[in-house]
């Protein structure tokens, strides 16, 4: 499908003043004192990237930006007055980088815009050690003043995401001008040594409120939003794989109608970890929050969410006894009605079997301790003095953060209590030296009458699916 080219434009320039005076090379001085890299950006000729925002077409949501062209450049990063990083001139393919401002409302709506950077040679702008694992050439600059971002990381691995995009705090200077605080970030891509690790016939894709700003999409015959392609790019898919996966997409949204087995599609533990993290977090944000797939190829592999990525919603003062709204959304709506309470039981025994908030929690407590604290107050100041409005000082972000997940995790584990499904039968444990049982030996009437004819069982701490007079994995692999 094409892009919507029905909406409204409006220029949107950078601005290098603030709503306040402010001393551009004291803080360059100040920020160098604070041991906080500084990502300092030089575009050819000094041009600013620029972006014009664009409104939806009558029955969609949200803004975009449009217009948004790469400018060449060159980077150097410092912490304190030593060079860590040094990307060289502008030369196609060869060294430097591009620019160009990226995001959607978030850019279209803030005068300190967010940054993709392209780098001609891969690097890890992390610096993560000498592992050329790392290595990318595709990095992002979210113009975070808050330490949502933070906190999103810490959940996402307490949860267990396979991966999560690792970050940094650190100050931007673009052309001389200080830009304030910013988190340098891996971005959500296809990379098999240390992002998403799909193979060439896998896909990337999600499932996105701002399809009406994207060249190509697949539609929803059911939601309210359709589907865009992460990988393969745009102009890479093949016909026979736009097929295959609109056909994939299909099944799942019809499935999601009844009670039927969708749930063979999906890697329903990806699914509850990503919707833990926003419970959690007490996200308020259901139609922009990044919700990412994974399948990683066209053959069985099944469905998987990817990281939670956008945390902006989070910490919502009015969703501290509430579900997070995505909660009772979408697919997620289906698959806790579903009678056979499979997911309902993912999603629970997920729960009891990590301490996600004592995790989360300690590592933000760990943000606290001097003198690391101090610098964190101090780069919000930095950035405060450059920006209106104020926010508040980290150590009174982070502290309102600590006090929110303590009172949240109350709620949580009396929420997921009222939704626990009753204990499923368990199978004795498999004696080595005895010949394999037949699936359908043994069954008796408390294990019938379940979803698709199908019988739930666990074997050996395994959850297992017996049907046809065969027996499966939960993602659907039959077991010899």
């Known amino acids: 499908m094409n892009k919507i080219t029905s909406a409204i434009l409006l220029t949107l320039l950078p601005l290098t003043l603030s709503a306040q005076y402010y001393d551009n090379e004291a803080l360059i001085a100040r920020a160098r004192a604070l041991a906080i890299p500084i990502v300092d950006i030089t575009t050819v000729d000094s041009v600013f990237p620029t972006c014009e925002a664009i409104y939806p077409p009558e029955g969609c949501v949200g803004i975009g930006i449009t217009n948004n062209e790469s400018v060449p450049a060159q980077m150097v990063i410092t912490v304190g007055y030593d060079t860590v990083y040094r990307s060289g001139p502008y030369i196609e393919d060869l060294s430097g980088l591009t620019l160009r401002v990226r995001g959607n409302t978030t850019a279209a709506n803030q005068i300190k815009f967010p940054y993709k950077i392209k780098l001609q040679t891969k ?78 016939t896998g ?77 959690i977090l007490g996200d308020r944000d259901a139609a922009g929050s990044n919700i990412y797939f994974v399948k990683y190829d066209t053959l069985d592999s099944p469905v998987q969410m990817g990281p939670a990525w956008d945390f902006g919603g989070t910490f919502t003062p009015y969703l501290q006894e509430q579900w997070a709204p995505i909660h009772d959304m979408w ?33 933000l407590d760990s943000l606290l301790e001097m003198p690391l604290i101090a610098t964190l107050d101090s780069a919000v100041l930095l950035d405060n003095t450059r920006w209106w409005p104020e926010y508040a000082p980290a150590s009174e972000q982070i502290s309102t953060m600590i006090a929110y997940l303590g009172e949240r995790q109350i709620w949580m584990d009396e929420a997921v209590a009222a939704i626990r499904p009753m204990p499923l039968p368990v199978e004795p444990p498999v004696d080595p030296e005895d010949p394999p049982v037949d699936p359908e030996d043994g069954l008796d009437e408390t294990r019938t009458g379940t979803n698709c004819s199908a019988i739930k069982i666990l074997r050996n701490g395994q959850l297992l699916i017996v049907k046809d007079g065969k027996l499966y994995t939960i993602t659907g692999e039959i077991i010899d």
Request: proline content about 4%; hydrophobic content about 40%; overall charge negative.
């Open 123 to 200: 690097a890890d702008l992390l610096l993560r050690g000498d592992d050329d694992r790392y290595k990318d050439k595709d990095w992002v600059l979210l113009n975070s003043r808050c330490y949502e971002t933070l906190a999103g990381k810490f959940a996402n691995r307490a949860v267990g995401m396979p991966w999560t995009p690792d970050n940094e705090l650190v100050f931007l200077i673009l052309n001389g001008d200080f830009r304030g605080q910013y988190v340098l970030s891996e971005n959500i891509k296809r990379n098999t040594k240390c992002r998403i690790n799909v193979n060439k």
């Open 331 to 363: 697919w997620f709506e289906s698959l806790f009605a579903r009678s056979d309470s499979l997911f309902a039981r993912y999603y629970t025994d997920l729960y009891d079997s990590i301490t996600a908030f004592e995790n989360i929690i300690e590592q």
């Open 203 to 279: 896909f990337i894709f999600e499932y996105d409120p701002y399809w009406w700003n994207e060249a190509f999409y697949i539609p929803s015959n059911t939601y309210l939003f359709n589907y865009t392609l992460k990988y393969p790019e745009d102009d890479e898919i093949l016909p026979v794989q736009t097929e295959y996966l609109t056909r994939i997409i299909d099944s799942i949204e019809v499935q999601m109608q009844g009670d039927s087995c969708a749930t063979n599609w999906l890697q329903l533990p990806s699914f509850a970890r990503w919707l833990m993290v926003h419970d």
